[in-house]
């Protein structure tokens, strides 16, 4: 399977929505405990970053059911991720609509903006087409960094693809995929081992 690596994509100033998963526990005074999620999307933030392309993250976490729930906020992510990219975070209070809209069409090159929870919306879990077109309307260029979700039916996954003017794996997806090819033709003996 060859997909195209976002490594190798021109994107200059366009907006790129990267789907990425940030499902990670919070500690009880609500900051990150485990932000090992987050470092392996860096080297796919950082080349955008590098490429002055204009980065809108969606992520979930938790399993809010489809409805606000503030003990699921993305708000703590954005503060880790702050700081491991040593870079502003803009942090909407919604991953669709007015406030998005705005933040999203003031962006300069190389920002970075963080939609709040996506799971706070029925329509991602249940690949609502809408939900799909709210979140497309942000940007042109689609990166998938969320190799572990790939085989799941979501909005930001499954459907908000079609609506973008490019697809690409982030370097992380892509390292995962080469590694699933290398199986078709293993050398012998071998061990797999899935988690």
Not at 11 to 40: A, C, H, I, M, N
Not at 81 to 97: A, C, K, T, V
Not at 129 to 144: H, Q, T
């Amino acid at each position: 399977m060859t997909v195209p690596s976002i490594a190798d994509a021109d994107v200059e100033k366009s907006r790129v929505f990267v789907r990425v998963d940030y499902d990670v526990p919070l500690s009880p005074d609500g900051t990150v405990e485990d932000y090992s999620k987050l470092e392996v999307s860096l080297p796919t933030l950082k080349l955008l970053i590098e490429k002055r392309a204009k980065i809108i993250i969606g992520s979930h976490m938790g399993a809010p059911g489809g409805r606000l729930n503030r003990k699921f906020s993305l708000e703590p992510v954005g503060v880790m991720l702050s700081e491991l990219l040593d870079r502003r975070i803009y942090f909407p209070d919604n991953s669709i609509g007015d406030s998005v809209r705005k933040i999203t069409s003031d962006m300069m090159p190389g920002d970075v903006v963080l939609l709040e929870n996506l799971d706070f919306h029925r329509g991602e879990r249940e690949c609502y087409d809408e939900y799909a077109r709210g979140l497309a309307n942000s940007a042109s260029v689609y990166v998938n960094e969320a190799f572990s979700l790939s085989d799941q039916k979501r909005a930001s996954l499954v459907t908000v693809p079609d609506y973008m003017e490019r697809l690409y794996a982030g370097l992380n997806f892509h390292n995962e995929l080469g590694a699933l090819n290398r199986l078709s033709n293993p050398e012998k003996p071998f061990v797999v081992i899935a988690g």
